[in-house]
């Protein structure tokens, strides 16, 4: 396979052109000459400007960069912010202004804003780097270098940095009662519909003719004037303003206006229709006289222009910018309902590329500006290993902001050909195949997010061992198709030559996937395993695979068996005799209701609360109620039942006492207990030091099952009368297990 068609999208391939990650050889210039060598991490970024569709170069225009959790590390290292610091993608010795607007550890976000030189409108993938992890580094944000003045900013307000001027104007405004909030791109204002409700900057920026105006808005509410509000109005001259439609209490229209020749002039409206409606949009207006044009924007797109029939007017207007207001706060103006960030004002008329690229680098979603993933570093198996399996397992470093990863083998270092690919891998290591013993191969990984990928990682190198790995095994129990099977069973197959270890892998689906499991363990040293927990009524599939240090061998044949049904889940409740009560009369009737699912009961009655003495242990008794004669009189009874199906005995019921006739108050008792088990006078004996699982089975000379007695039990003595176990006349032998105890003995029932 050609190293070329590995799977990577078109930007991705490109990208690798130009980019490089951590600790990627760095193509063109060397690590020791470049500006930033002594810092230890770094990142790349990179735009894709055609994708705006930008028709023309930007020359220095700010780039947003977020950071968000996927940076964590960067977020959280002790020697950042300090020492971020970025370089131009294709001269890493062009080091970019910066600044920081926002650096919140706590909520793993930042804003930072980054100088570029020249955003090139014909590249698909223009890259800048990002350097941190330098311990001696002093800060270096500057916020006059990236919206320098020179470059026609007149006054910038990111709101995270209170109300600040990030130009060197220094134009600082005050604030009303409009107060602090979290925005798209940091902190934003938010205003609440009063009059005095604004942020004010004092000055007209250079009362210039030749004006930008920008900000986001997202607007919930607006006050009762026709007039509307403006959201940002420079000197009561020019202004984007939103009015009030009579019959909603929301956003109506957007206009842009401008004061000539002492009247306003209406550049834009919706006519009825809302414009902005709720959410965040991104708003400019832009007024140029050298070309007599006005243009109001939304998100990043034209929908008005006109012709500008008047120089703008400042003489005898107001000499302050608001925003969230009417410039000099006219009372038929009222407050936006709503929040602001980012406002600008330019004394430049910015380009339709540079308003349409500002809403693609600034929205959410970033659609022109994409971090690229970081190189990983692999791990596993080391380089230059030998004696390495068939079917080795890689294993690499997490790449940040990646979602997945693609892996290359090949026998030459060129990657000319490769014998194995794998892309989309999701974890940070895969298991490959395929691969030839006593051979050298080499080994790099990419990452990629869901726009990017990164560059290939280091090569490295390893060689396989000339042990070939180990057929597949023969399976032998449980057969295949096999029903009835308990939930806890032990799987078994046929030992296989050269074999040093085993595997083995249980399923609710034949295909064995991830989410199916209920069992999968390797490096097993013997060809049986027992397994636990499976669900009752439940078809599994089974395999086994052998492994040496040649590697994993194949996967066997998969077989299927049925595990039996479940016993009953519930208890049945007693109704009589009565806990507590005494005086009942020979025959004694017992009863409890029905319980779902079951085929029959047992009953146990004993004169100890812990059955140790039972006088009475029936089981296959097909309906609620029995009538008991083997009682005596003037005794007090313990009595408790349980339901049985085809699959087992299920939970024992509550134990309720009673008195038979003569007796009138009933008194609980503690039985003794002692571990023992016997079988004396037609009667089965044993107790329970505490309380556990017990198994009697009668099994006839034949060795054939003829009666299995599954329960739950507390601690006590228990006896169980031969004569009631409904079985037909013979010698058994009977088997009991209980409290770790195993015994066996010899019994002949006869009829």
Known sequence: MNK??????????????????????????????????????????????????????????????????????ILSSPTSPADLRFAKGSNLNVAYPYQIDEWDTANHQASIWVLVDTVFSASTAQSFRMYWGNDTAIAGSNATAVFDTGNGFAGVYHFSNNIFDATAYARNATVA????????IGHARKFVEANNDSVMIPGLMGSNATVTLSLWVNETAIGGSANGVDLISLGDNAAIRSLYNNSTPLLDSLNGFYYGNSN??????????????????????????????????????????????YAINYSG???????????????????????????????????????????????????????????????????????????????????????SYSVLISTSSSFGTTVFSQSGIPTTSTTAAGLANTTTYYWEVNATNVTLTSAWSGIWSFTTTSTPPPGAPVLATPTNGATAQPVALSLNWGTVNLATSYGARVSTNSSFSPGSLAFSQSGLTSHTVAISGLANSTVYYWSANAANAGGSGSWSSVWSFTTNGAPPSAAPQLSAPGDGLGGFSIPVTFQWQTVTGASSYELQVGTAQAFGSTVLDQTGITGNSISVKSLSGNMGYYWRAAAWNGNGAGPWSSVWYFGTSGTRTITRANAAVHPDFSVHGGVLSYSLPASGAVEISFSDLLGRVALMLNRKQIAGKYAVDLKTCNLAAGQYLVRFKAAGLEKRASVLITR
């Not at 060397?30 to 790349?44: A, C, E, I, R």
């Not at 569709?53 to 780039?63: A, M």
């Not at 009662?177 to 798209?184: P, V």
């Not at 009825?272 to 044009?293: D, E, H, M, R």
């Open 4 to 73: 070329a068609k590995a799977g990577l999208s078109r930007i991705a391939t490109i990208t690798l052109l130009f980019l490089v990650g951590y600790g990627a050889r760095v193509h063109g210039v060397p690590v020791s000459s470049q500006l930033y060598s002594g810092w230890t991490n770094y990142k790349d970024y990179t735009m894709d400007p055609s994708a705006a569709g930008i028709g023309s170069n930007l020359i220095k225009f700010p780039v947003l960069v977020r950071l968000t959790s996927v940076n964590s590390a």
């Open 177 to 184: 009662s409009a107060t602090d909030t979290l925005g798209i």
């Open 264 to 309: 306003w002039q209406n550049v834009y409206s919706s006519g009825g229709t809302s414009v902005l409606g709720q959410g965040w949009k991104y708003l400019a207006y832009v007024i140029n006289p050298a070309s007599s044009t006005e243009q109001v924007y939304l998100n990043g797109q034209v929908i008005a222009s006109g012709t500008l029939n």
């Open 317 to 403: 207007r107001g000499a302050n910018t608001l925003i969230g207001h009417h410039a000099n706060g006219n009372s038929a103006y009222y407050g936006l309902g709503g929040l602001i960030d980012e406002p600008r004002v330019d004394k430049v008329a910015r380009s339709s590329d540079w308003i349409n690229f500002c809403y693609a680098t600034q929205n959410p979603k970033q659609t022109a500006v994409f971090e690229v993933p970081a190189v990983p570093t692999l791990t596993a198996p080391t380089n230059n290993a030998v004696n390495q399996p068939v079917t080795p397992n890689l294993m690499w470093t997490m790449g940040s902001s990646a979602t």
